[in-house]
């Protein structure tokens, strides 16, 4: 079989093509001599087999930043047969020069110029055959989004063309400008009006940031908006199924084996399953939002402000959308090549108050306080949220100091198309699933069997094991005023944080009203809000952990996130507690 890879600078649409290509086949996994995942398929390229790799964006082979470095292992590390150089045909000039690098190291390449609708609509010309005669090898004007020329690449990949010229003794520069001068037509005032008049208002001096907060914020809207129900209804539906008709099947099954299939096995796929919806919408409108060029502009306009942090302007769109799901916001750091960088942007993340801490948040602050003290709390829990995320930003922005300055391609604004979008949030979705259902379910059964045995005593009361390390425990809860039967429930939340309000309905028997009284009655406002700010900051939920865990492969990473967020949520709980008791109380 053969094997193709596909090299370019960043933003010349090489992902729009694989995508094209690969549809929903498309498989991640690792390659000798480099440590991070490459998508790739195996698809039937002019009768022959082939498989397809698609390689990080790089500017050229000097192995300076990782993503050059994963290049240039790959190439070492394994035998390719061809190369597919996917350049933008509007910024052509700059390109050339890496097209002939690759050319130097001996492997066949095929140049597709891509965005060739762009270039005709800037006004841009080119002489395709002679550029191929003076290159000595194929160059095929395409368009991966709109899927135009794509055919021609059959008829070719089998007959790649000898190199007529001695290019290791040609210098990139004079060639590409030779290349550049005969068989490129650039008009001298390129037709941008529009890219110019929306880059007026999206990256104004003074409205540009209010802008795109009106717009993140809008975005996280409508995905929560629409995705919220959507999970909802889910979970209905698997309740449903569960009462009306899975429980009838196991009428006759012992009744601990029908526990730990309905609240351990059960439990856990239904988890991973009511992210789905969340995941498949946010990653709809990422991508409409790179690929109309916004994400960009965006990370721009906010670069400035997270450098000095040790983050980039990615990060906080990143974060931004923690917000409403860390899970998805966590698999969107994959944009950022850089290994140091994308750590400190995943360690951040999860101080982001998702809308599932938030469904705790408004429970509790409605059964403990006032409307105007309620709205106070949340007011601070929001800000309390900023906080840990720059306090940990700067706390370990040393260890991962990001040391490649940001380099932004300011692309044209476009229309992304229908195709391209599904195509991108199926194959993440897959990902998702693929990835970290695992170790959601070991999390999910690890917890039924803390809280179900001994199966004697009633589930999760004192004398189960999660009781009795609730009561280890209490003595290092106990100042920040958690007691034994609330440990137990953080430990419900470790699955997922919106399961945190039922875990203490089963704890402490009552339901909705009922439960917010008895709480009431048996906790103070100090206690209440403590536990607030604890759930807030702890250790996120065995989803967001297992994405952090995927998505970094890095177990000591995962740890430090877990370790860090316990650690800063009980001196903050410290604080205010202790603080309330002296002031307050």
Not at 150 to 168: F, G, H, S, V
Not at 216 to 234: H, K, R, V
Not at 245 to 266: C, E, M, R, V, W
Not at 557 to 580: G, M
Request: proline residues 4%; hydrophobic residues 50%; glycine residues 6%.
């Amino acid at each position: 079989m053969k094997k193709t890879v596909l090299i370019g600078m960043p933003n010349t649409g090489k992902s729009t093509f694989f995508n094209k290509i690969s549809g929903a086949s498309a498989r991640v996994g690792n390659w000798p001599g480099i440590t991070v995942d490459l998508s790739s398929i195996k698809t039937l390229i002019n009768g022959g087999m082939t498989e397809l790799i698609d390689l990080p964006g790089i500017y050229n082979l000097n192995g300076y930043s990782e993503d050059e470095e994963v290049v240039i292992n790959f190439i070492d590390n394994n035998k390719i047969d061809q190369v597919f150089f996917i350049m933008n045909s509007t910024q052509i000039d700059r390109q050339l020069p890496l097209a002939i690098s690759i050319q130097k190291l001996g492997v066949p390449v095929i140049i597709l110029a891509n965005m060739i609708d762009e270039a005709k609509a800037l006004g841009i010309t080119f002489d395709f055959e002679q550029m191929t005669k003076l290159l000595g090898c194929p160059v095929l004007p395409i368009s991966a989004k709109y899927g135009q020329g794509l055919e021609k690449i059959n008829n070719t990949i089998n007959t790649p063309k000898k190199i007529k010229a001695d290019l290791q003794a040609i210098d990139e520069q004079l060639l590409s400008q030779k290349v550049f001068d005969e068989t490129v037509n650039m008009p001298l005032i390129l037709n941008d009006k529009k890219t110019k008049l929306l880059d007026s208002i999206f990256l104004h001096p003074f409205f540009g940031i209010p802008i795109f907060l009106i717009i993140i914020f809008s975005l996280f809207q409508f995905i929560y908006t629409l995705g919220a129900p959507i999970q909802e209804y889910m979970g209905d539906l698997f309740s449903y199924l569960q009462i009306n008709h899975l429980q009838d099947l196991s009428t006759n099954l012992p009744p601990l084996l029908k526990s730990f299939l309905f609240d351990g096995l059960y439990a856990g796929f239904t988890t991973v399953a009511a992210f789905v919806p969340i995941i498949i919408i946010f990653f709809f409108v990422m991508t409409i939002v790179e690929d109309s060029g916004y994400f960009s502009r965006a990370a721009f306009l906010m670069d400035k402000l997270m450098e000095k942090m040790g983050l980039d302007g990615r990060g906080f769109v990143m974060m931004l959308m923690g917000y409403g799901c860390n899970v998805p916001a966590l698999m969107g750091t994959k944009i950022m090549r850089n290994q140091n960088l994308r750590f400190l942007t995943m360690l951040t993340i999860p101080f982001s108050l998702c809308s599932a801490r938030l469904q705790v948040f408004l429970f509790l602050t409605l059964a403990f306080l006032s409307s105007f003290y309620g709205a106070l709390t949340l007011f601070f829990l929001y800000l309390l949220s900023f906080f840990t995320i720059f306090l940990t930003a700067i706390v370990f922005k040393n260890k991962y100091k990001n040391r490649e300055p940001l380099i932004l391609e300011l692309p044209p604004y476009r229309f992304p198309t229908i195709s391209h979008i599904f195509k991108r949030g199926n194959h993440e979705v897959f990902n998702f699933l693929n990835r970290a259902t695992k170790f959601i379910v070991l999390g999910v059964v690890a917890v039924w069997l803390l809280t179900y045995f001994p199966s004697e005593y009633p589930v999760a009361s004192e004398n189960t094991y999660a009781g009795r390390i609730g009561s280890f425990f209490e003595p290092i809860f106990s100042p920040i005023g958690i007691d034994q039967m609330l440990i137990v429930a953080l430990m419900f939340g470790f699955i997922a944080k919106e399961i945190l309000i039922g875990a203490l309905a089963v704890i402490f028997g009552f339901e909705g009203l009922e439960l917010g009284n008895h709480l009431k009655e048996i906790f103070t406002n100090g206690q209440a809000i403590s536990f607030m700010i604890f759930t807030l900051i702890y250790t996120p939920c065995v989803s967001t952990i297992a994405t952090i865990r995927n998505e970094s492969k890095s177990w000591r990473l995962t740890l430090e996130s877990v370790i860090w967020s316990l650690l800063l949520a009980w001196i903050a709980s410290f604080i205010f507690y202790q603080s309330y008791e002296y002031f307050v109380k």
